[in-house]
């Protein structure tokens, strides 16, 4: 892939993260409603009732997790291509910074809180996204040697 759509990615993907953060608390929370509600018909039909604040609650973290897991997998594409020790260690530790600066964005919106819970989320979500770029360019290479 092309470096410089890598950095644009990452651009994006920490904009992204940022602007939901500047968002008050009342349009966060409705469009992560929007999607719990999604969720909570799914599992009213597959025989599960629960309360949809607890799914609403649920859906926020997972889209932690989700963002984090994308940011961490291209921070790491990225950081590897110009380290070569340490590179998880730097990367875990540029997507807490990210995660950090996050979550202090935060204190400045309207209706919302800043969570150390999240960031802890967050950093699972980057190690996630290294250990599945890891998988993958070990698959690749297990590819590339078989076939030679």
Known sequence: MKRWILYILLGLIVFFIWDNSMQNGGSSDGFSLLFAKTFASIANELGFHGNIWILNRIVRKLAHLTEFTILGGVLYTIL??????????KTIGLGMLIACLDEFIQLFSPGRSSQ?????????????????????????????????
């Open 80 to 89: 590897r291509r110009y380290i070569t020790y340490g590179t998880v260690i």
């Open 116 to 148: 150390i819970s999240d960031v802890l989320i967050d950093t699972v979500g980057v190690i996630i996204g290294i250990l599945l770029v890891k998988l993958a360019y070990y698959i690749e290479y297990k590819i590339s040697t078989f076939k030679n």
